[in-house]
């Protein structure tokens, strides 16, 4: 069985790990947002620069540029490792409520001495 010492231990491991993860989610999400809310004006950086031709055409050079492909490129691994982090921040939280759920049976069965 496990003692009230063991518990605050492991609470307390699983608080710091949040807070940390908290954080590395934080900056993941706003580098993710803020190359997804770059899109447009990079794509407008893109259309400026592309030369001759029609609208449509000088939008196709636009889209198909490195610059624009591998701003794209950066805002799906930017998306995927936010959503990682969010991942890794439920299991934590659930790994929390876990702990809380046998703490309280464990405290219960203490009481009834069983």
Same mark, same amino acid.
């Given at each position: ?12 491991? !699983? ?5 940390? #993860? @908290?954080?590395?989610? /934080?900056? +993941? %999400?706003?580098?993710?947002?803020? =190359?997804?809310e770059m ?8 259309? !400026? ?5 029609? #609208? @449509?055409?000088?939008? /196709?050079? +636009? %889209?198909?540029?490195?610059?624009? =492909? ?45």
């Amino acid at each position: 069985m496990i003692d009230v010492g063991e518990f605050e231990e492991k609470f307390r491991k !699983l608080l710091n790990l949040y807070e940390k #993860v @908290g954080q590395e989610y /934080a900056s +993941a %999400k706003a580098q993710s947002w803020h =190359l997804q809310e770059m899109k447009s004006p990079m794509f407008s950086a893109e259309l !400026l620069g592309a030369e001759g031709g029609t #609208v @449509g055409e000088r939008e /196709a050079k +636009a %889209k198909t540029s490195n610059a624009y =492909l591998t701003h794209l490129e950066g805002t799906r691994v930017a998306i995927e490792n936010e959503l990682k982090l969010k991942v890794k921040l439920e299991r934590i939280q659930m790994s929390y409520e876990a702990l809380r759920s046998l703490a309280s049976q464990t405290t219960a069965s203490l009481r009834f001495g069983g």
